[in-house]
């Protein structure tokens, strides 16, 4: 199961104190958390689309990081936010965007 970032407070956490990269599609921020596992908190604002469309985004981005977990350093607290480009993007597209942000980070073993 996933472990999520829910808190306000947690998501603020991150932003302040974690490290940013972007690309076309997604925002991440990523910061030590000093727990055995991951976290993912996802944002997807209203600017991206209705509700039916941030959901999706939110799947897409929750399947990414369920099958890429195990190929990451642990105790880290990676926070996702969704551009509007991500909008109507396939699986393929959302995951490679978030997968490149991984490498950036250098969270990939």
């Known amino acids: 199961m996933i472990q999520s970032i829910k808190k306000s407070d ?4 991150v ?3 974690g490290k940013s990269y972007a690309n076309k599609y997604l925002v991440m921020y990523v910061v030590k958390s000093g727990r055995e596992e991951n ?3 996802i944002s997807v604002s ?3 689309g209705n509700s039916v469309v941030r959901h999706r985004i939110a799947r897409l981005l929750r399947e990414s990081f369920r099958l890429n977990n195990e190929k990451f350093h642990s105790g880290w ?3 996702v936010i969704a ?3 991500a909008k109507g993007k396939s699986y393929h597209d959302i995951e490679s965007a978030f997968v490149h942000l991984v ?3 250098k969270i990939l073993i």
Request: charged content about 40%.
């Open 77 to 79: 607290d990676i926070a």
């Open 103 to 105: 490498k950036l980070h």
């Open 10 to 13: 947690e998501f603020k956490n």
């Open 39 to 41: 976290r993912l908190g």
């Open 15 to 17: 932003y302040k104190n």
């Open 83 to 85: 551009r509007a480009a």
């Open 46 to 48: 209203k600017k991206v």
